[in-house]
């Protein structure tokens, strides 16, 4: 082994043992929100100078210790918890995608997109499918990643080859996505929430980043391609696949009776797409805001992404399910919302916590205070605003490799770094969005991430010899490109003025 290898395989074990030793998120968000209450009681006896922009006066603490102010927090735990914005996002797109992906849908449309690709573009379409998958939430990582390793295995390519192509494209192009998915509207929330220390008036649109995501798309399937085949797979070329024939997986064609389930599902979803064009063509459409506007924030085509979502996979999730026999009564179909739903019981937990902390950090103005006195110490660095970026991204990455949950980071930074950056004219879309960007370029490198181990166990049905340092070797290359360069294009995105989504109801100055 290298020395180079050996230093690596030393730091990775390092953060490996570090991040294993960290609190589960929703613990750090209890432990963050006795913080807030001992801080607030501290930073409420001192008097600071400090303007606060939403009421023009000097910023206060609020002491949250108070004997009044326990008991407010007492009676609006309940409120406070069921009216947090990200949980009700998720809950109600779930519903929808859980029909789709358990009723067989997603799994069968995946399969049918590889399987009618040429063998020259199966490359860019497994990374391609990978991506896409995001708005089915795991069914890149039990679906798409062996799926891919099978495909490239029966055409005489590596196997690992096409199972890190994948998993570049599911976890490295985790932000990257042309088609909106339950992800955006709950990032979109954490970020309006933060937004508001702010300027409490400020509305954050779902599709902030869409634009953005959608051109990120084809940057991520280009480094995926060019690595996969001009670096991992030359690099695999001796590495014998040695794996059970009996255990290998084999790629199952769909039957006739998927195949014409598949066809009217995809037909019902397309048709509820044309309904929605027809809705909203004319000028007076219900759908557009008072002034015949589709993209504002306070247009309902706007306000129903969530809700769009939930019907537009519910609908060919129950076509499907019914043509294939996957649903034989309604009951099948409540039993697939249930089961998604069990799925989402740990984010729950997290977000009734998470609610707790974020509400507490509003409450006490240590968020505007923070904010503000950052933006100032920024200022007097006199950074140009593209090095605060790139600082966001890497700081992200580095994070991600001891906190995995995109949402738990998010909510735990997004109150951070959002009002401060606001301070420098720096929107909270483009803080957003290198939020992500960073997040997701670490993905494929961290050993905490939940479905590592998962791809190793992959890996080894072909190359009995696969650990934890063999995966991480072949995924390197993949997680510093896609940082580098997705950093640079996104720079160069936002230099050049080109809007990074739908624009949110305040619209700062471009780089």
């Known amino acids: 082994m290298s020395t180079s290898t050996s230093w690596t395989m030393r730091a990775l074990d390092k953060v490996e043992k570090v991040g294993n030793k960290l609190p589960d998120p929703a613990?750090?968000?209890?432990?963050?929100?006795?913080?807030?209450?001992?801080?607030s009681a501290i930073f409420s006896q001192v008097t600071f100078d400090t303007i606060d922009p939403r009421s023009g006066e000097a910023v206060v603490v609020n002491n949250l210790l108070t004997g009044d102010s326990l008991a407010d927090f007492l009676s609006r735990m309940v409120t406070i918890f069921t009216g947090f914005a990200p949980l009700g996002v998720v809950l109600v797109a779930m519903l929808g995608v859980?029909?789709?992906?358990?009723?067989?849908?997603?799994?069968?449309?995946?399969?049918?997109?590889?399987?009618?690709?040429?063998?020259?573009?199966?490359?860019?379409?497994?990374?391609?499918?990978?991506?896409?998958?995001?708005?089915?939430?795991?069914?890149?990582?039990?679906?798409?990643?062996?799926?891919?390793?099978?495909?490239?295995?029966?055409?005489?390519?590596?196997p690992l080859a096409g199972i890190a192509a994948a998993f570049a494209g599911v976890s490295g192009g985790f932000c990257a996505n042309f088609i909106p998915s339950a992800i955006d509207p709950l990032l979109q929330s954490f970020t309006q929430s933060a937004a508001q220390l702010i300027d409490s008036d400020i509305q954050i649109n779902?599709?902030?980043?869409?634009?953005?995501?959608?051109?990120?798309?084809?940057?991520?399937?280009?480094?995926?391609?060019?690595?996969?085949?001009?670096?991992?797979?030359?690099?695999?070329k001796d590495v014998e696949v040695d794996g059970d024939p009996?255990?290998?997986?084999?790629?199952?064609?769909?039957?006739?009776?998927?195949?014409?389930?598949?066809?009217?599902a995809s037909l019902a979803m397309l048709g509820g797409i044309v309904a929605l064009v027809f809705i909203l063509m004319p000028s007076d459409s219900p759908m557009r805001d008072a002034s015949g506007q589709l993209t504002s924030f306070s247009a309902p085509i706007m306000q129903s992404i969530v809700p769009l979502i939930f019907l537009l996979f519910l609908l060919p999730g129950v076509v499907y399910g019914y043509m294939s026999g996957t649903f034989?009564?309604?009951?099948?179909?409540?039993?697939?919302?249930?089961?998604?739903?069990?799925?989402?019981?740990?984010?729950?937990?997290?977000?009734?916590?998470?609610?707790?902390?974020?509400?507490?950090?509003?409450?006490?103005?240590?968020?505007?205070?923070?904010?503000?006195?950052?933006?100032?110490?920024?200022?007097?660095?006199?950074?140009?605003?593209?090095?605060?970026?790139?600082?966001?991204?890497?700081?992200?990455?580095?994070?991600?490799?001891?906190?995995?949950?995109?949402?738990?980071?998010?909510?735990?930074?997004?109150?951070?770094?959002?009002?401060?950056?606001?301070?420098?004219?720096?929107?909270?879309?483009?803080?957003?969005?290198?939020?992500?960007?960073?997040?997701?370029?670490?993905?494929?490198?961290?050993?905490?991430?939940?479905?590592?181990?998962?791809?190793?166990?992959?890996?080894?049905?072909?190359?009995?010899?696969?650990?934890?340092?063999?995966?991480?070797?072949?995924?390197?290359?993949?997680?510093?490109?896609?940082?580098?360069?997705?950093?640079?294009?996104?720079?160069?995105?936002w230099g050049l003025g080109i809007p990074l989504g739908i624009q949110s109801s305040y619209v700062y100055p471009a780089g």
């Open 206 to 236: 779902p599709l902030n980043n869409w634009f953005f995501n959608s051109a990120s798309t084809l940057l991520v399937v280009s480094i995926g391609w060019y690595l996969t085949d001009k670096v991992i797979e030359p690099r695999l």
């Open 328 to 493: 034989k009564t309604s009951k099948d179909m409540i039993d697939t919302m249930t089961k998604a739903m069990q799925g989402m019981s740990y984010y729950i937990v997290m977000a009734f916590f998470c609610a707790l902390f974020i509400d507490a950090f509003g409450k006490s103005n240590l968020g505007a205070l923070l904010a503000i006195e950052g933006a100032e110490v920024l200022k007097a660095l006199q950074l140009p605003s593209m090095v605060t970026i790139v600082g966001i991204i890497f700081l992200t990455a580095f994070v991600n490799l001891f906190v995995g949950s995109s949402s738990a980071k998010w909510a735990l930074l997004g109150p951070i770094f959002v009002p401060m950056l606001m301070q420098l004219n720096i929107s909270p879309d483009l803080t957003q969005a290198a939020y992500r960007l960073g997040d997701s370029s670490s993905n494929i490198i961290t050993p905490l991430m939940p479905y590592f181990p998962l791809v190793v166990v992959y890996c080894q049905r072909y190359v009995k010899s696969t650990g934890i340092g063999t995966l991480l070797s072949i995924m390197l290359p993949y997680s510093i490109c896609i940082l580098l360069l997705w950093t640079a294009f996104l720079l160069l995105y």
């Open 27 to 39: 613990i750090i968000f209890a432990f963050c929100l006795f913080i807030v209450w001992i801080l």
């Open 98 to 158: 859980g029909v789709a992906e358990h009723s067989g849908f997603i799994s069968a449309g995946l399969k049918r997109m590889l399987d009618r690709t040429p063998k020259a573009l199966l490359t860019p379409m497994v990374v391609l499918v990978a991506i896409v998958s995001h708005t089915a939430t795991d069914a890149g990582y039990v679906l798409v990643i062996p799926l891919a390793g099978v495909i490239f295995y029966a055409m005489g390519r590596h």
């Open 246 to 264: 009996s255990e290998i997986p084999r790629f199952d064609e769909l039957d006739q009776k998927q195949s014409r389930a598949l066809k009217y």
